[in-house]
């Protein structure tokens, strides 16, 4: 929902993730410490995740520099991308999946706000932290 291209590749090893990641110039999320040491040698994009909630996770994001602003620009079930159909109402081009702006909406612009309040008030950078259309690999599940 915040509109990152995010991968999610089945149990592909390490060093085909590595190499995957820098060819589409995507930033590995995992809680592999290993993986995460082997990205700074091999000079990959790495975020290693430590919180078990998406709260929590997402703060680490936000730390790292990725821009966690509600944007629907990619479908949550498939990742393709979405078109404006009406106003304020997207459509996925791959499975159909509609979105638009409602509560579930508004929760997750609260919640999304309250992650970039908890930034601000560590004192980190609040305003300057997207970075363009970064590609981010989700690789949560090890
Ligand atoms: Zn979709």
């Known amino acids: 929902m ?3 291209d995010v991968a999610n590749p089945e149990r592909s090893d390490d ?29 990959a994009r790495c975020i290693l995740i430590k919180s078990q909630s998406l709260e929590g996770q997402l703060k680490e994001m936000a730390d790292a520099g990725i821009a966690i602003e509600l944007n629907p620009q990619r479908c949550t079930i498939c990742n393709c ?9 997207w459509q996925c081009t791959g499975c159909g999946k ?18 970039r ?4 008030s560590e004192g980190n950078q609040v305003t300057d ?7 981010v690999s989700k690789d949560l599940e090890r």
């Open 98 to 115: 509609l979105y638009w702006h409602g509560s579930h909406w508004r929760n997750i612009e609260e919640f999304l706000d309250r992650i």
């Open 2 to 4: 915040v509109g990152l």
């Open 129 to 135: 932290y997207r970075i363009g259309n970064e590609n």
């Open 81 to 89: 991308v979405l078109e404006e159909v009406k106003v304020a109402k």
């Open 15 to 43: 060093k085909e993730l590595l190499v995957r990641a820098k060819a589409e110039g995507r930033i590995i999320l995992t809680r592999d410490k290993a993986l995460d040491d082997a990205c700074v040698t091999k000079g």
């Open 117 to 120: 309040r908890n930034i601000k």
